[in-house]
């Protein structure tokens, strides 16, 4: 049974998983300080409010703390802002110039639907003439 578990401990996706948790806690914290020390004041010199956790009202004895949902939602909508102008559009963006997978590589025979390479001018399967998808680049 220890041999199983440290089996489980040492495969990829744990190990990938554990420093996901890390690196999106030290995430969390940068863009929690962001959203506090930065975006809050920002926040208030326009609201003229730094906090809005203040701010509730009450029926028949029921409080509603509306203004602590006001401060989650600002500190969501500033983390999600955060993430998405920081993280995924610039990863986007490099994986993007990065990528060359956009060529085709790979096509079915019009016969026997077989896979066959783009540049195949027959298919290995049925031995089908075809029409390469590109020109070959040796000429």
């Known amino acids: 049974m220890l041999q ?9 996706n744990v190990v990938d998983l554990a420093v996901a948790v ?17 975006l809050t004041p920002v926040i208030a010199a326009v609201a003229g409010k730094p ?12 409080e509603f703390r509306y203004g602590a949902f006001i401060n989650a939602l600002i500190a969501f ?17 490099l994986t993007e110039r990065l990528d060359d997978d956009d060529e085709v590589t790979q096509r079915e025979c019009p016969e026997c639907l077989t896979d066959i390479p783009a540049q195949a001018r027959r298919c290995p399967a049925c031995t089908a003439s075809v029409q390469p998808l590109r020109p070959s680049s040796t000429a």
């Open 4 to 12: 199983e578990f440290r089996k489980f401990v040492l495969r990829g």
């Open 22 to 38: 890390v690196i999106g806690a030290a995430f969390g914290a940068v863009v929690t300080s962001l959203v506090r020390d930065l």
């Open 51 to 62: 906090d809005f956790s203040g701010l509730s009202f009450a029926i028949n004895g029921s």
């Open 77 to 93: 909508l500033s983390i999600a802002a955060a993430v998405f102008f920081f993280v995924v559009k610039p990863v986007g963006a």
